[in-house]
């Protein structure tokens, strides 16, 4: 009967992946700088974002308008980004890795949006500047 159990434990934990573990900040950065990711959300593409040397990064919703900032660490390991359109209101994330790419969780108001990396590219994200003649 013992070994009956055991060999039950160990077929239900054979299938279970591996728990996702929250990206720190030297490992985000590793894994971001120099880089363009384009995120998606519900199957359809969301915005991209080019990540800087110096925690620098530039935000665009794919509208060629794009936003510059920061971001910064904290002391449980969210990721935070600070925009030039908005100093006093950061946008803190979690980052995990699944299959080799990033997945986003919104940690700001408890909906649980998530984004995942649609596209990796080392080319400059694409900025049109601001409307003329609007």
Known sequence: MRFLHLV????LTAGAAPAE???????FDAFTQGQTFTYGNRGGPYGAEAYLEDRRVRWS???GECK?????????????FVYEDRPDDPQCWSFYKRDGRLVATFENNGRS??????????EPLLCHGPKIGV
């Open 61 to 63: 919703f794919l509208d």
């Open 68 to 80: 510059a900032g920061y971001w910064y660490e904290t002391s449980d390991s969210l990721i935070c």
């Open 21 to 27: 573990e929250r990206l720190s900040g030297a490992e």
């Open 8 to 11: 039950i434990c160990l077929c």
């Open 113 to 122: 949006t998530e984004l995942y990396q649609i596209d990796k590219s080392d």
